[in-house]
């Protein structure tokens, strides 16, 4: 999935959000050697305190969230995979929102 690179040109922007699942992702150097190494060219923020996972009410990893302009969740996807109904919701968004 290349999401950040296919509509960078879109005013389309990708955030992720690391939330630790094991004690290890807790530290922030070995994430952010993670990032380096798979070369994510987009910001990961680090929510060791779970602040942003409870506030969207997540309960599993990974969970992935489409955002409109107005701060609307248009999109929850749960899991891996699927990526084609990621690519759907945003075209889609292209097309209906000014």
């Given at each position: 999935?290349?999401?950040?690179?296919?509509?960078?040109?879109?005013?389309?922007?990708?955030i992720?959000?690391?939330?630790?699942?094991?004690?290890?992702?807790?530290?922030?150097?070995?994430?952010?050697?993670?990032?380096?190494?798979l070369?994510?060219?987009?910001?990961?923020?680090?929510?060791?305190?779970?602040?942003?996972?409870?506030?969207?009410?997540?309960?599993?990893?990974?969970t992935?969230?489409?955002?409109?302009?107005?701060g609307?969740?248009?999109?929850?996807?749960?899991?891996?995979?699927?990526?084609g109904?990621?690519?759907?919701?945003?075209?889609?968004?292209?097309?209906?929102?000014?």
């Amino acid at each position: 999935m290349d999401i950040h690179n296919s509509y960078a040109d879109d005013r389309f922007t990708l955030i992720s959000i690391h939330t630790p699942e094991f004690s290890h992702e807790k530290v922030v150097d070995n994430v952010r050697k993670a990032v380096e190494r798979l070369g994510l060219p987009y910001p990961v923020a680090i929510d060791n305190d779970f602040k942003i996972w409870r506030s969207f009410g997540n309960r599993a990893w990974p969970t992935l969230y489409l955002i409109d302009r107005q701060g609307d969740v248009r999109l929850a996807k749960v899991g891996e995979g699927r990526f084609g109904v990621v690519r759907g919701a945003i075209e889609y968004l292209k097309e209906n929102e000014a």
